[in-house]
């Protein structure tokens, strides 16, 4: 699933938005056929595309709170804890995060918007697996 490059493509970066340009070329050259969601590569439901979207989220600070590895599940969860209750209840309500707030604050502010945080380290190292085996934990570090 390619979920992860729309926010990318609302960043401005310039893979994500020739990936976007491509998806709807293949919309057109399909005269329509061809949803753009298809084209993408989209997760197909609204509820699994804001999956996708946290789940890059989640990766993303694991990445930044590594310092470029990853942080192990058990320091992400840490962290994804201390934002709930120090940030969470004050920036829920934002569009978007502080601009004082750290890359790990902003990648747990994206992934708190898009919902259903796993609430151990065991939840959030499934995630990070799967980005691993996937091969987009190198994706993140790269557009990161």
Do not use: Y
């Not at 694991?62 to 470029?68: K, S, V, Y």
């Amino acid at each position: 699933m390619n979920d992860h490059l729309l926010g990318l493509v609302a960043a401005g970066d310039r893979r994500a938005l020739a990936w976007a340009v491509q998806a709807a070329r293949r919309v057109v050259a399909t005269g329509g056929a061809l949803g753009f969601e298809q084209a993408a590569g989209l997760a197909s439901t609204p509820a699994k595309r804001r999956r996708a979207l946290r789940d890059f989220a989640i990766v993303q600070a694991a990445r930044a709170l590594g310092g470029g590895d990853a942080a192990t599940p058990l320091q992400l969860h840490l962290a994804v804890e201390q934002f709930r209750r120090a940030c969470w209840p004050i920036w829920s309500a934002r569009q978007v995060p502080p601009a004082s707030a750290t890359q790990v604050e902003v990648a747990l502010f994206h992934a708190f918007k898009a919902g259903g945080i796993p609430g151990t380290p065991q939840g959030i190292g499934k995630i990070l697996r799967t980005f691993k085996q996937t091969k987009l934990l190198n994706l993140v570090s790269e557009t990161g």
